[in-house]
């Protein structure tokens, strides 16, 4: 079993930051690529940033000079760093990591289960 737990969602004034973190745990062979989706109320899950484990970084333009994602291979943990918060920020936020379990040969994709952001203004 694989698991992703997020961490760092939180209530923060507009202009402030917040650090998301995401752990993958389990039996993990390889991890292709982890990332950060986001979904307000009656709308759909979209990509705010993702990052392989090779350093390639794929972002939403709104998230550009904003958010900074990164990732450390040795704890299979990505981390979103999030700066300048806007009242449109307000989601939640859900990890999403395209991984390899142990004995098998194809990834599969796996979520958190989300965590709440809420910019206050």
């Known amino acids: 079993q694989v698991q992703l737990v997020e961490s760092g969602g939180d209530l923060v004034q507009a202009g402030g930051s917040l650090r998301l973190s995401c752990k993958a745990s389990?039996?993990?062979?390889?991890?292709?690529?982890m990332g950060w989706w986001r979904q307000i109320p009656g709308k759909q899950r979209e990509l705010v940033a993702a990052i392989t484990t090779r350093g390639t970084i794929t972002e939403k333009d709104s998230a550009k000079g904003r958010f900074t994602i990164s990732i450390d291979n040795a704890k299979n943990t990505v981390f979103l760093q999030m700066n300048s918060l806007k009242l449109e920020d307000t989601a939640v936020y859900y990890c999403?990591?395209?991984?390899?379990?142990?004995?098998?040969?194809?990834?599969?994709?796996?979520w958190g289960q989300g965590t709440q952001v809420t910019v206050s203004s």
């Open positions: 389990g039996s993990i062979d390889r991890i292709n690529n």
């Open positions: 999403n990591a395209e991984i390899v379990p142990s004995g098998r040969f194809f990834h599969e994709t796996y």
